[in-house]
């Protein structure tokens, strides 16, 4: 017999499901760790567990000697794949290919409210204030540049190409397809391709060679009236560097959903940028009910092919 502990939050129909899934098998449903009674479910409990569906804290799983499946309701497994912290031999999985649609249509609100200069206008609108604020941008005929276009970055520029975008993607596997990408290009490309990009979008994971991808030097290659964003992982951009940058009059704007780090402490004065957009991680995450039935699909499809 397995013992399964699902942590994910579902309706009482994907619940069915996922009982129907594993008959035979022991299942305790704990919507985000918490127990019927609403404390945290016990650390003996994850002792015994063969499988987890969610995220358990990952500091209670060295002691799952018995865990051989962990399937996570994130995209990110970086907290999971730390040495020491799953058992050996433990399959980790993620839920890659459920933000797809919820953070690329955040991000692409973003990119359009300061193409149009939206920010200023609400900002003028608490004073009172009846101003023209000037120029606007398009997409139309706009170089988007992705650096990592796997769900995320595939959703976010189709939506780009839809506005009469011209699509730039950066990955490592260059034989992989990237749908609504015009062309692929490698990441030894990226300096040379910064000057032609009017947006910067980066939907990368976390990885030792993609912290700060985005430093001083790279940041000042970009146009002078280049747009940023960063949906994928707030280690990807040099936040004080840009914060500088953004000072001395670089860029159109920014638009960070991820931050390094995260949370910005108070002081930091990216917070206090006219031309940036900062949202607390919220593209992601259950915000969309789409994103949580993608999530609890994968996961059922993870646990039958795992019994």
């Known amino acids: 017999m397995e013992h399964i502990i699902n942590l994910l939050r579902l309706t009482q129909e994907q619940r069915s499901a996922f009982a129907r899934a594993a008959q035979g ?9 918490t127990a019927p009674d609403g404390s945290p479910l016990p650390a003996e409990v994850y002792r015994r567990a063969t499988a987890i569906l969610g995220n358990p804290p990952p500091e209670l799983l060295r002691e799952c000697r018995s865990l051989r499946l962990l399937q996570t309701r994130t995209a990110g497994v970086d907290r999971y794949e730390r040495p020491g ?3 050996p031999g433990t399959a980790l999985y993620s839920a890659s290919g459920a ?16 193409m149009k200069r939206l920010p200023g206008y609400r900002d003028q609108q608490r004073q009172g204030l009846w101003a023209d604020l000037g120029p606007v941008k398009t997409l139309d005929g706009a170089v988007v540049l992705c650096l ?20 730039l993607g950066i990955r490592r596997d260059l034989s992989k397809a990237a749908p609504g990408v015009d062309e692929l290009r490698g990441m030894e490309e990226l300096d040379g391709l910064l000057p032609q990009a009017d947006v910067v979008a980066l939907m990368l994971p976390h990885a030792p060679d993609t912290v700060h991808v985005m430093d001083r030097r790279r940041l000042e290659r970009m146009r002078p009236d280049a747009i940023l964003l960063n949906g994928g992982r707030g ?3 040099d936040c004080a560097a840009l914060a ?20 910005l402490p108070p002081d930091h004065p990216l917070w206090r940028q006219e031309r940036a957009v900062v949202t607390p991680h919220s593209a992601g995450d259950a915000h969309l009910a789409a994103t949580m039935d993608r999530v609890a699909a994968i996961a059922l499809e993870r646990l039958r092919r795992f019994l």
């Open 235 to 237: 280690s990807a951009v």
């Open 85 to 87: 912290t799953l058992p």
């Open 25 to 33: 098998h022991e299942q305790i449903f704990a919507p985000d760790g």
């Open 244 to 263: 500088q940058v953004m000072e001395a009059g670089r860029l159109w704007g920014a638009g960070l959903d991820v931050t390094d780090p995260e949370p």
């Open 148 to 167: 990592g276009v796997g769900d995320l970055g595939s959703c976010f520029c189709k939506l780009c190409k839809a506005m009469g975008a011209h699509t």
């Open 99 to 114: 933000y797809g649609q919820s953070v690329s249509e955040h991000m692409f609100a973003v990119l359009l409210s300061l």
